[in-house]
């Protein structure tokens, strides 16, 4: 059973990237097909949370990007976001957890 949003992990870039959509499950899920099931282990990482309109997401994360690295950490190659779109209809927007691998 899915239990929680969409979550989008990067590793690397380029063509040496790999990227991944998956969902936080609970039970035992059972992959089938083309679907996998891993489990992503947690990492140290520096965090933005945005709620509203989605806007540029490409914006956001240069914004966040400049300002972990003007915090003076160091960034990994791992990023991720957690997705959580709003359901009720009403245009209120996202959530949306960037996240940033640090050492």
Do not use: M
Request: glycine share 14%; aromatic share 6%.
């Amino acid at each position: 059973t899915i239990d929680g949003p969409l979550q989008i992990i990067a590793a690397g870039e380029g063509e040496d990237g790999v990227l991944q959509f998956g969902f936080p499950v609970r039970g035992s899920p059972q992959a089938s097909g083309k679907y996998r099931t891993t489990v992503t282990p947690e990492f140290k990482c520096a965090f933005l949370v945005h709620e509203g309109k989605a806007g540029s997401l490409a914006t956001l994360w240069a914004e966040f990007l400049s300002a972990v690295e003007a915090a003076g950490l160091e960034l990994t190659d791992e990023r991720r976001i957690v997705l959580d779109a709003n359901r009720t209809g009403d245009g209120a927007g996202v959530r949306v957890e960037l996240q940033v691998g640090v050492k």
